[in-house]
């Protein structure tokens, strides 16, 4: 009987120490994740998906004009009370920046956890998507005509007209 005891605590012991090491914890709580690259992505994804929430909000406040410039954070809030809008910067992917231009049009922006600025404008000529990288500010710039196409970077906005661009 003492043998069988001795045999179940050294189990006992070993599967403790195995589940242990596998398991990586040592007793240590980690608070943050680290390496963890698909949280950029959904923070990404979460930020598009606020600026095409918003761009279809102010569409259809400026049903049948066509003309954006009175669509303001207020109108867009109350549209969509989830998303933050502002004229100042967005420092959020649910807090978007709004710009109207003396030609009827407005440009959202929102800011990525990973410093990507997401930008979409919309007046004559259609929505406009685009993309600035590496940024610690996005504030939406007042455009008075429709973006050209060009590529990414952190220098100018990159745009394209029927989707997000990669960044």
């Known amino acids: ?10 189990v006992a012991v070993l599967a403790v120490v195995l589940l242990s ?7 240590n709580s980690q608070p943050a994740i680290t390496n ?5 992505l959904a923070d990404n ?15 259809n406040s400026a049903a049948g004009t ?5 669509v303001t954070p207020i109108v867009l809030s109350t549209d969509n009370p989830s998303i933050t809008y502002v004229t100042g910067p967005s420092s959020s992917s649910s807090v978007v ?15 990525a956890a990973s410093g990507t ?8 000529g259609g929505p406009w998507y685009g993309a600035q990288t590496g940024q610690a500010s996005c ?27 990669a960044a």
């Open 45 to 59: 994804l979460q930020a598009q998906q606020a600026l095409s929430t918003s761009l279809t909000a102010a569409t």
């Open 117 to 124: 600025c997401w930008v979409v404008w919309a007046g004559s």
């Open 139 to 165: 504030t939406a710039p007042s455009l008075d005509a429709a973006p050209t196409a060009n590529p990414v970077s952190s220098s100018a906005i990159g745009w394209q007209p029927t989707a997000f661009p």
């Open 21 to 27: 090491s596998m398991l990586g914890s040592h007793g």
């Open 97 to 111: 920046s709004v710009a109207n231009s003396s030609s009827g049009s407005i440009t959202l922006v929102v800011r």
């Open 1 to 10: 009987m003492v043998a069988t005891m001795a045999s179940l605590v050294v």
């Open 36 to 40: 963890a690259p698909g949280l950029g």
């Open 66 to 70: 066509g003309d954006y410039s009175s």
